[in-house]
Nanobody, 126 residues
Framework: QVQLVESGGGLVQAGGSLRLSCAASGRSFSRYGMAWFRQAPGKEREFVASITWGGGNTYYSDSVKGRFTISRDNAKNTVYLQMNSLKPEDTAVFYC???????????????????WGRGTQVTVSS
């Protein structure tokens, strides 16, 4: 079983930046796609970004494309989310997730992932 621990959340003004990190342990990190999701109060968990096992392909939701960048360092078993030009509507708990199947292209659906971190709060003030 894989364990995921997010860090890097906080309070930032609109237009600012944050970098989230997710440290993984417990299985072969480099074989699995990874993703970030977020959940705002009263809303469903939504896909933000994903990255393939080797980092060669990345995918983004339309709402963050051009502002957020997902990356990974397989030597450190860590995936990152660089968030720039933050908006108040980005306020949410951000979750890191590991894909259910190795070598699979990570999708946008929650059920494609079988390991989740506890989340880190991101709050963007106007």
């Amino acid at each position: 079983q894989v364990q995921l621990v997010e860090s890097g959340g906080g309070l930032v003004q609109a237009g600012g930046s944050l970098r989230l990190s997710c440290a993984a342990s417990g299985r072969s990190f480099s074989r699995y796609g990874m993703a970030w999701f977020r959940q705002a109060p009263g809303k469903e968990r939504e896909f933000v970004a994903s990255i393939t096992w080797g980092g060669g392909n990345t995918y983004y939701s339309d709402s963050v494309k051009g502002r957020f960048t997902i990356s990974r360092d397989n030597a450190k078993n860590t995936v990152y989310l660089q968030m720039n030009s933050l908006k108040p509507e980005d306020t949410a708990v951000f979750y890191c997730a590991a894909a259910r199947s190795p070598w699979a292209v990570p999708g946008e659906e929650v059920d494609k992932y079988d390991a989740w971190g506890r989340g880190t709060q991101v709050t963007v003030s106007s």
